[in-house]
């Protein structure tokens, strides 16, 4: 039984457009949201969080935005550059931190 | 600027033997995770330490697997008898008591064959 899920395993933006990850949860138990960047052969990287009381957060050129009702989080990164290229993941955090499957971005010059 | 550290980052073993891993976290930082991440999966969590105790290694497969931090600073990870299946990247993280956000190391990538 998954709890966090991203449903598209992969992305495809043109460099200087906006790139929209989305992640979709199901325990209502969460109360904080964390999106993770990971490069090939490293480990994740912390991109940007939000608090279940927030329904958005900003951080440069990232955004993270929060949809409680729906049980939904997205990624905004506009705008897009090529070294975004690389595997997001979402997490969320109730007693433990568990993460969705991963949706790899690439971004194209 | 500080980081997890992470040895060794390849491991190759033949199955039925055993395998360890070691994991510094950054400094200050109470609490320790494992995570083993197989690929096209996320990481899973294995194992979470506050200082040098166990607060959760409900993943854990303790029939082959087990963790220790000692002096509640750095960790081990064992795997004995390895088996094919456990083939995967482990990687440990750490974050201050409290804080949601895990940094992690550059993780170690095992193959048993």
């Known amino acids: 039984d998954q709890q966090v899920k991203q449903n598209s395993p992969s992305l495809s933006v043109q460099e200087g457009r906006i790139s929209i990850l989305n992640c979709d949860y199901t325990?209502?138990?969460?109360?904080?949201f964390l999106w993770y960047k990971k490069y090939p052969a490293e480990g994740p990287t912390f991109l940007i969080s939000?608090?279940?009381?927030?329904d958005k957060n900003e951080d440069g050129r990232f955004t993270v935005f929060l949809n409680k009702s729906a049980k939904h989080l997205s990624l905004h990164i506009v705008p897009s550059q090529p070294g975004d290229s690389a595997v997001y993941f979402c997490?969320?955090?109730?007693?433990?931190?568990?993460f969705g499957k991963g949706t790899k971005l690439t971004v194209n010059p | 600027e500080a980081e997890v550290a992470q040895s060794p980052r390849y491991k190759i073993t033949e199955k039925s033997q055993a395998v360890a891993f070691w994991c510094d976290p950054i400094?200050?930082?109470?609490?320790l995770y494992w995570y083993r991440q197989i690929l096209g999966q996320g990481p899973e969590l294995l194992v979470q330490f506050q200082d040098e105790s166990v607060v959760d290694d409900s993943q854990l497969p303790k029939d082959r697997f087990s963790a220790e931090r000692l002096k509640g600073v750095d960790s081990t990870l064992k795997i004995q008898p390895a088996e094919l299946g456990d083939s995967a990247m482990y990687l440990c993280?750490?974050?201050?008591?409290?804080?949601?956000?895990?940094?992690f190391g550059q993780g170690t990538r095992l193959t048993v064959v």
């Open positions: 993280a750490s974050s201050s008591t409290g804080v949601y956000e895990a940094f």
């Open positions: 400094s200050g930082h109470a609490t």
């Open positions: 939000i608090s279940s009381i927030k």
């Open positions: 325990n209502s138990m969460f109360d904080y």
């Open positions: 997490a969320a955090s109730a007693e433990k931190l568990v």
